[in-house]
């Protein structure tokens, strides 16, 4: 199939870890990102990883990446109320004419004292 | 800091109006793309334009239409706007192989 995967909710402690998981199909995907969509807002970018790279870390941000089980997943440490969003998984595709971006359908990350 | 502006957060429109929503970019970017959004649907790509004057279907096309005059501006055009089409609407531009920078979204409703 085509999907980018990812579950719909995810629940944590405010300054537990939360890890949010994403299985994608195209093997020759160059780039994966996670975008974060905070209520009424686009999409903002917050971390992308290139495919030969297994981890990438940024602040409180890390992501890793398991190409031969085609599984991203986004970690975000002493989770904070700030961080309640949606959070997307997208894969990049070269089509015939330009480079498409696959989302999958978001998780929404609620955070609860 | 690239920049995607989309002309309205919010727009109400009526069942079998024309209707026009506008997207600007200002980092030279070849690629655009509009996607519409639902709960529980994600995004959902409609059209997308590599070059000026370039469009080409994404995987919801029916009943929208597209204008890309000039390299900066991506147009989406409902032709006779539908119930159905009530949605968040959202752009986005990128340079070749580069992660896609969106606009804030317009929430567009149809009565």
């Known amino acids: 199939g085509e999907d980018v995967e990812q579950s719909l909710f995810l629940s944590v402690r405010e300054g537990d870890s939360s890890v949010i998981n994403c299985t994608y199909t195209?093997?020759?995907?160059?780039?994966l990102y996670w975008y974060k969509q905070e209520p009424g807002a686009g999409l903002q970018l917050l971390t992308y990883?290139?495919?030969?790279?297994d981890m990438k870390q940024d602040q409180r941000l890390t992501v890793l990446l398991n190409k031969k089980d085609k599984h991203l997943s986004l970690r975000i440490a002493d989770t904070q109320t700030g961080d309640s969003a949606i959070y997307f998984c997208?894969?990049?595709?070269?089509?015939?004419?330009?480079?498409?971006?696959?989302f999958g359908s978001g998780t929404r990350l609620s955070i609860r004292p | 800091d690239v920049k995607v502006t989309q002309s309205s957060r919010y727009l109400v429109k009526r069942t079998g109006e024309k209707v026009f929503l506008e997207c600007v970019q200002d980092?030279?970017?070849?690629?655009m793309f509009w996607y519409r959004q639902d709960p529980g649907l994600g995004l959902r790509l409609i059209y997308f334009?590599?070059?000026?004057?370039?469009?080409e279907k994404g995987d919801i096309p029916e009943g929208y239409s597209v204008s890309r005059e000039k390299k900066e501006r991506f147009s989406l055009i409902l032709e006779s706007a539908s119930t159905n089409q009530t949605s968040m609407y959202l752009c986005?531009?990128?340079?070749?192989?580069?992660?896609?920078?969106f606009g804030d979204g317009t929430r567009l409703s149809i009565l």
């Open positions: 986005a531009s990128t340079a070749p192989s580069q992660p896609q920078h």
């Open positions: 195209d093997s020759s995907s160059t780039y």
């Open positions: 990883i290139f495919s030969n790279m």
């Open positions: 997208a894969e990049s595709r070269r089509d015939s004419s330009a480079s498409k971006i696959i």
């Open positions: 980092m030279d970017h070849e690629n």
């Open positions: 334009s590599y070059d000026v004057k370039m469009k």
